[in-house]
C-alpha cells in the first residue's frame, strides 16, 4: 500500500485559503486519492476523491499533478468550523474493497 | 435517513469483561470495516468483512472478534484478551464495483469505550 507523508498542523485565519499537500511516492496505477476530514469524537467525513488532474466538488478542490507523486487539498476561504483533522489516503477502489491506511492527518487551525 | 449507527457512544467496562460494540447500516453496502483510533494518531483497520458470513483480520485483530450474520451488522467484541482497549472505535462501510467509482468509506459517529 502506498504511504502517505502529510504536514502534522497548519494554522490559517478565516477568509482565507488553504491548501494542504500530501507526498505519496509510491502511488500504484490503480490507486485513487481521497481525502477526509474528521472532527473530534466523530467519524471521518468523506470530502473529496480523484485520480489525476483537477477535481473540484462544492467543499474543495484536489489537485494531482501528472506523475501523482503528490496531491493538494484546496479548501476556499475557510471559516472556523474548517478547524479539523485532514486525512490523505491512497487506495485501490477498482476492485471495491478498500483497505484504506489512514496516517496520523494534518491538524488544521483556523482562527479568526 | 441513510447512514450508519453505533452504539453506544459511551462505553464503561471493567477490565477483564468482554463488551460488545454495535454498527448498523442502512446504506445496502456490502463491505463493513472497524477501526481504532487512540489520541492524537490516525484510524488502525481492526477487522473487515466484504460480505456476509465472511470477514478477515485488519492489522490490529488481536484481542477482537468480528461476526457478520447480516449485511446490515458488523457487531465488534473486545475482549478480555485486548490489553489496552480504552480507544475510539469507528465503523464504516462501502459499496461494492458497479456502483459509483466515486462512493467510498461512510463512518459511523464512533464508540469510546473506556476500560476502569
Known amino acids: 500500500l502506498a504511504k502517505t507523508t502529510q504536514p502534522i498542523s497548519m494554522d490559517s485565519y478565516e477568509g482565507q485559503e488553504v491548501n494542504i499537500t500530501c507526498s505519496h511516492n509510491?502511488?500504484?496505477?490503480?490507486?485513487?486519492i481521497t481525502w477526509y476530514q474528521q472532527f473530534p469524537s466523530q467519524g471521518p467525513r468523506f470530502i473529496i476523491q480523484?485520480?489525476?488532474t483537477k477535481v473540484t466538488n462544492e467543499v474543495a478542490s484536489l489537485f494531482i499533478p501528472a506523475d501523482r507523486k503528490s496531491s493538494t487539498l484546496s479548501l476556499p476561504r475557510v471559516s472556523l468550523s474548517d478547524t479539523a483533522v485532514y486525512y490523505c489516503?491512497?487506495?485501490?477502489?477498482?476492485?471495491?474493497?478498500?483497505?484504506?491506511?489512514f496516517g496520523t492527518g494534518t491538524r488544521l487551525l483556523v482562527s479568526p | 435517513d441513510g447512514g450508519i449507527t453505533q452504539s453506544p457512544k459511551y462505553l464503561f467496562r471493567k477490565e477483564g469483561q468482554n463488551v460488545t460494540l454495535s454498527c448498523e447500516q442502512n446504506l445496502n453496502h456490502d463491505a463493513m470495516y472497524w477501526y481504532r483510533q487512540d489520541p492524537g494518531q490516525g484510524l488502525r483497520l481492526i477487522y473487515y468483512s466484504q460480505i456476509v458470513n465472511d470477514f478477515q483480520k485488519g492489522d490490529i485483530a488481536e484481542g477482537y472478534s468480528v461476526s457478520r450474520e447480516k449485511k446490515e451488522s458488523f457487531p465488534l467484541t473486545v475482549t478480555s484478551a485486548q490489553k489496552n482497549p480504552t480507544a475510539f472505535y469507528l465503523c464504516?462501510?462501502?459499496?461494492?464495483?458497479?456502483?459509483?467509482?466515486?462512493?467510498?468509506?461512510?463512518f459511523g459517529p464512533g464508540t469510546r469505550l473506556t476500560v476502569l
Open positions: 489516503l491512497v487506495g485501490d477502489i477498482g476492485t471495491g474493497f478498500q483497505k484504506l491506511v
Open positions: 480523484g485520480y489525476k
Open positions: 464504516a462501510s462501502s459499496s461494492l464495483p458497479g456502483l459509483l467509482v466515486t462512493d467510498t468509506q461512510y
Open positions: 509510491n502511488i500504484a496505477t490503480n490507486d485513487y
